[in-house]
């Protein structure tokens, strides 16, 4: 079954930036879209569609992609982005599927 | 405001049947496909399946197609997500979702609370 691939986690200092990757063969042809998990919390929609961002995201949070691989880009990261990031996707017949998550450190 | 209210935590016994609800409000919850979203303990998100509640249309992610059933009650905009013999592994928090679409994509937009089922032998 399709899948797509993100780090387990990543780490940086506050004000640094931070970039998640999530990779998949049908990137190329199907949009990303990225969710933010805080502890114990509903995943939020931070990205859709590669590199829009929803009314209410702060503008610190972008997106975009490359060939397989879609980045999220939070500049100047704070200590309330921390949390889990899953990458969303579609495989080529449409089929969705969530990457396997990256918790983000700012510490 | 979109909202998604979610029924209470569950704790249950292996075998048992069981159903969770998923109340819309603020939109019109006929025009709106509504996901479930499964994320076991310590684990991540899974998508198990979609259901459309003007007709009860549904769509199953082929990892629990045969495991769960989705069904709709449109007079009182809610959704469900039923078992009918729990098993251990089912323990986990459900979400449902809704699925907002324009002309180029779709993506759940708005999240209910959250439902923790607990099954235990």
């Known amino acids: 079954s399709y899948e797509v691939t993100q780090p387990p986690s990543v780490s940086v200092s506050p004000g640094q930036t931070a970039r998640i990757t999530c990779s998949g063969d049908a990137l190329p042809k199907k949009y990303a879209f990225w969710y933010q998990q805080k502890s114990g919390q509903a995943p939020v929609l931070v990205i859709y569609?590669?590199?829009k961002r929803p009314s209410g995201i702060p503008e610190r949070f972008s997106g975009s992609t490359s060939g397989t691989m879609a980045t999220l880009t939070i500049s100047g990261a704070q200590v309330e982005d921390e949390g889990d990031y899953y990458c969303?996707?579609?495989?080529?017949?449409?089929?969705?599927?969530f990457g396997g998550g990256t918790k983000l450190t700012v510490l | 405001e979109v909202q998604l209210v979610q029924s209470g935590a569950e704790v249950k016994k292996t075998g048992e049947s069981l159903k969770i609800s998923c109340k819309g409000s603020g939109f019109r919850f006929t025009f709106y496909w509504i996901g479930w979203v499964r994320q076991m303990p310590g684990k991540g998100l899974e998508w198990m399946g979609i259901i459309y509640p003007s007709d009860s249309d549904t769509k199953y992610s082929p990892s629990f197609e045969g495991q769960v059933t989705f069904s709709a009650d449109r007079s009182i905009s809610t959704a469900y997500l039923h078992w009918s013999s729990l098993k251990a592994s089912d323990t986990a928090m459900y979400y449902c979702?809704?699925?907002?679409?324009?002309?180029?994509?779709?993506?759940?937009?708005?999240w209910g609370q959250g439902t923790l089922v607990t099954v235990s032998s």
């Open positions: 969303f996707s579609t495989d080529s017949r449409g089929n969705p599927v």
């Open positions: 979702a809704r699925l907002f679409c324009t002309n180029s994509s779709c993506s759940y937009d708005s």
């Open positions: 569609e590669d590199k």
